[in-house]
């Protein structure tokens, strides 16, 4: 199972955004993908 990790230790710098694009596109190309975003805000999170 290929894991892709978005590092960084400072806010605000599109780890979220980046993860959430990859996770969409890896998605809709066919891929099972399984998104854990670990921020404290947890920006991925969607309703
Ligand atoms: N390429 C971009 N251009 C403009 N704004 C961006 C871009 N990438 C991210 N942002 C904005 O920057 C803010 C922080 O992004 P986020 O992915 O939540 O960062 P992180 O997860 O690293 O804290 C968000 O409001 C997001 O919409
Ligand atoms: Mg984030």
Do not use: F, N, W, Y
Not at 24 to 29: C, D, P, T
């Amino acid at each position: 199972m290929p894991v892709i990790a978005c590092v960084g230790q400072k806010g605000g710098v599109a780890k979220s955004t980046l993860s959430r694009a990859l996770a969409v596109e890896l998605a809709r190309s066919g891929l099972s993908v399984h998104l854990a975003d670990l921020d404290i805000d947890q920006g991925s999170q969607v309703d």
